[in-house]
């Protein structure tokens, strides 16, 4: 018969990991959040010696960066080590070489696709007439699903994978999702441009000015666009403004 061995209060810990950016520092960076996050594992653990709880709470209280919404994945493999009784430096190597690959692939998962992928989503429902408090409404509701997944996610592999997690993240292999999904992202840039170009009120109707300006823009991104940082979110952050400029002089 088969005994789950993954460490208790994964509960507590992710609704701690929302916060985990509340005392971000320049120092320990998300460090001070890292521990705030894993108290709940680490009182079931050490609740009876104060002494070592203190101790567990001050050297997971070290510097430690990574994307927020995968944090919880390193949460949940610390939580594992240390309800494995893992020896200290290994807990603190295993934190340090974990940080680095969450945060690139959260930066190109999150910042770089799904962000700007559901906010082209919103922005092309409301060229197509969804009123505005709909577009609002789905792009919150959207947008907050897969991030709160993905953190819901994270935590549980973390807990059930341990030290094994950056293998199992390897077979998972987030960078192929982004990939996937930078595939919708470009057919709803390009839909969002056709919206802004044909649509009653789009730039066709106000001028030659304006059609001459985005035949520019889309020459430029296709010149250039894919050695620009972070493409796709600065596409999208470049829309959104330029809509939201166009209706405050409009």
């Known amino acids: 018969m088969s005994h789950d061995t993954r460490p208790r209060g994964g509960f507590g810990m992710l609704m701690r990991s929302l916060l985990i950016q509340g005392a971000w520092n320049y120092r320990t960076m998300l460090g001070s959040g890292f521990a705030f996050a894993l108290l709940p ?6 609740g009876n010696d104060p002494n070592a709880l203190a101790r567990a709470i001050e050297r997971h209280s070290e510097h430690f960066n990574a994307h927020p919404y995968l944090a919880p994945i390193a949460l949940g493999a610390i939580a594992r080590l240390e309800s494995d009784q893992v020896d200290v430096e290994t807990i603190r190597r295993f934190r340090t070489a974990v940080r680095g690959p969450l945060g690139g692939l959260g930066d190109t998962l999150v910042w770089a696709t799904w962000l700007p992928l559901v906010a082209v989503c919103s922005l092309v429902l409301y060229w197509f007439g969804v009123p505005g ?7 919150v509701l959207v947008y907050n699903v897969g991030h709160l997944g993905l953190r819901v996610w994270g935590l549980w592999l973390g807990l059930d994978a341990g030290r094994d997690v950056g293998a199992r993240l390897t ?3 987030l960078g192929s999702w982004a990939r996937r999904l930078q595939g919708p992202l470009v057919i709803g840039l ?3 441009c056709g ?3 044909s649509a ?3 730039l066709s109707s106000i ?3 304006w059609s001459a300006l985005a035949a520019v823009a889309f020459v430029l991104g296709l010149v250039g666009g894919h050695r620009a940082w ?3 979110a600065m596409a999208t952050v470049g829309a959104i403004a330029f809509i939201g400029l166009w209706g405050i002089l409009s």
């Open 41 to 46: 594992a680490l009182k079931r653990l050490y």
């Open 133 to 139: 408090w709909g577009v609002v409404l789905a792009f």
């Open 171 to 173: 077979a998972v292999d």
């Open 190 to 192: 390009g839909v969002l």
């Open 195 to 197: 919206a802004v170009l």
């Open 200 to 202: 009653p009120g789009g």
């Open 207 to 209: 001028g030659p000015a």
């Open 230 to 232: 972070r493409p796709a």
